[in-house]
Nanobody
């Protein structure tokens, strides 16, 4: 299992929606924890959501609860559905893969290259 590829970012007006995708070569093993983080210039990478692949258990940052949904696609794809977007959601979004149920970015070993999400007011 290697590098992740995230995509789906873009420019959207406040209140709009986007769906981000994260794919990897080969299937995602059941032991994996998949996550989304985001980062704005000058700030640390921030946890957004996580998903335990084997059980489907999910968890979200308070700032996105009720608006974002992390989900499985096929055997090697994960999604982040983002609804009711706010200007404060503007960031580069990264998908990540690890094995621990963690919201700390340093505990994830594999990362996508990032996809820019810009929400205009």
């Amino acid at each position: 299992q290697g590098q992740l590829q995230d995509s789906g970012g873009g420019l959207v007006q406040a209140g709009g929606s986007l769906r981000l995708s994260c794919a990897q070569p080969g299937r995602i093993f059941s032991s994996a924890v998949m996550a989304w983080f985001r980062q704005v210039p000058g700030k640390e990478r921030e946890f957004v959501a996580r998903l335990r692949w084997s059980t489907g258990r999910t968890d979200y940052a308070d700032s996105v609860k009720g608006r974002f949904t992390i989900s499985k696609g096929n055997v090697n794809t994960m999604y982040l559905q983002m609804n009711n977007l706010e200007p404060e959601d503007t960031a580069v979004y990264y998908c990540a893969r690890g094995t621990d149920w963690s919201s700390i970015s340093s505990e994830y070993r594999f990362w996508g290259q990032g996809t820019q999400v810009t929400v205009s007011s």
